[in-house]
């Protein structure tokens, strides 16, 4: 049977490996940074965001009201010092890239509607076959209907199909379809896992 990986971009393929901006932002907001965090990832504006109800400017704008920052400057210094400890899983990149001529390749995403173009500016938007955004969908994980529009963009079934991600929730819903999901911890571990079930294949 043909093979195919699907991954997740937050937490996976691109990951924060360095805390401390957070925590000095956050500190200098008044609050902790899980409450930084959850306000940029899972607050209301987020999820709008995230569901494509609102764009993202319209949602950093909101968000720097809720703080109390309206200068266009000071919010896009605090956006680069929130993201500034994320770092590229280059060893998964690099496997996506061994694998880009061999099997099918697909991202599904939480996002806001600028992830198309970041993606773009990285240079990963040409690894994937497919691309499901949350923002460009109207759809959140661990909704089924954003793992099938995935799927059927590649063109398989669920069982042929494995799918990385950071959350369990996400990864259960894919194993409810018949994915083999894949809950990330660390690159080393998660390649080994699909590296062994793509050789199942053979």
Do not use: C
Not at 148 to 164: C, H, M, N, S, V
């Amino acid at each position: 049977m043909r093979r195919a990986v699907i991954v997740d971009f937050g937490g996976v393929l691109v990951r924060t490996e360095d805390l401390s901006h957070r925590e000095r932002l956050a500190r200098e907001l008044g609050m902790s940074r899980e409450e930084l965090e959850a306000l940029i990832f899972a607050s209301d504006l987020s999820l709008r965001a995230q569901r494509g109800e609102i764009l993202e400017p319209a949602f950093w704008r909101a968000l720097g009201e809720r703080l109390g920052i309206t200068d266009p400057e000071a919010l896009r210094q605090l956006r680069g010092r929130f993201f500034a400890g994320e770092r590229l899983n280059e060893p998964l990149v690099e496997a996506l890239r061994r694998w880009k001529d061999r099997i099918p390749l697909g991202l599904i995403s939480n996002a806001w509607s600028g992830l198309r173009e970041l993606l773009r500016q990285l240079g990963l938007l040409e690894l994937f076959d497919v691309v499901v955004i949350s923002a460009e969908v109207g759809l959140l994980k661990p909704d089924p209907r954003i793992y099938w529009r995935a799927l059927e963009g590649l063109g398989l079934p669920p069982e042929a199909t494995a799918f990385l991600d950071d959350l369990p929730e996400n990864v259960r819903a894919a194993r409810a379809l018949g994915m083999h999901g894949i809950l990330f911890r660390d690159p080393e571990d998660a390649l080994a896992r699909l590296q062994e079930w793509l050789d199942g294949a053979r």
